[in-house]
Nanobody
């Protein structure tokens, strides 16, 4: 599976962005997908995850109520709708694909993901 994240950019605090993660390869719907982010000088952290069928979603506490993850398996694409953006959301955002799981702890674990895409920069100005 190959992944490519896109949709990043510069936005003012309070604004919105939608990131896309386009995948190629077979059996896309069998993979759980996670979004992670990495700010300068910080570790890569979990943001959101979605199960293969899209029926289960998981979020970091820091983005609950502001971000929404979804997927369209027919289009081999996962989305991250980000609203009420804050300067602390500034980071490079990555999507990753791994085996199916059904807990937030599973999706938070970077070692669960076999495939990673190149990131997209999100910058939120105050």
């Amino acid at each position: 599976v190959q992944l490519q994240a896109s949709g990043g950019g510069l936005v003012q605090a309070g604004g919105s962005l939608r990131l896309s993660c386009a995948a190629s390869g077979r059996r896309f719907s069998s993979y759980g997908i996670g979004w992670f982010r990495q700010a300068p000088g910080k570790e890569r952290e979990f943001v959101a995850g979605i199960s293969g069928g899209g029926g289960s979603t998981y979020y970091a506490d820091s983005v609950k109520g502001r971000f929404t993850i979804s997927r369209d398996n027919a289009k081999y694409t996962v989305y991250l709708q980000m609203s009420s953006l804050k300067p602390e959301d500034t980071a490079v955002y990555y999507c990753a694909a791994g085996g199916g799981g059904y807990s937030v702890a599973y999706y938070q674990d970077r070692d669960r993901y076999a495939y990673w895409g190149r990131g997209t920069q999100v910058t939120v100005s105050s």
